[in-house]
């Protein structure tokens, strides 16, 4: 039997501290429930001081935990990374000439509620995507 092999996952968002966050977050949940080995990390290119409030609360309020804090990306994150998910960088702003794929959301500054879903709904597609 062959060990298994972690699989390590990037989710950036231009503060890295909401919409990476929740992405971050549901993936997590998705991946423990599919049995995937996966390290995950969160940091963008002009990071906030702390988690957006009403991300931290949503989040809180549906039973998970966080486990990030903003960052700022560097080429470490990005070289230890096997799959590189942005959702709304500059794709100049992050260092790396790997393929990077790229998640279209609502805004959380003009659609929560709508953003939360899509992200939420990414994230479970995400897990089938990479288990197959």
Request: with cysteine; aromatic share 6%.
């Amino acid at each position: 039997m062959s060990p298994a092999v972690t699989t390590n996952i990037l989710f950036m968002c231009p503060h890295s501290a909401g919409k990476s966050l929740l992405a971050a977050t549901y993936f997590r949940a998705a991946a423990n429930r599919a049995g995937l080995d996966v390290a995950i990390d969160v940091a963008g290119p002009d990071p906030d001081d702390h988690n957006m409030a009403n991300v931290q609360a949503a989040l809180e309020a549906q039973g998970y935990t966080i486990g990030w804090t903003p960052k700022l990306v560097a080429t470490e994150h990005t070289e230890a990374a096997d799959v590189i998910v942005s959702i709304g960088c500059d794709r100049a702003a992050i260092p790396t000439e790997k393929p990077v794929v790229e998640w279209d959301v609502p805004m959380l500054s003009s659609d929560f509620d709508g953003a939360v879903r899509a992200i939420h709904a990414r994230a479970e597609g995400f897990v089938a995507e990479i288990s197959d």
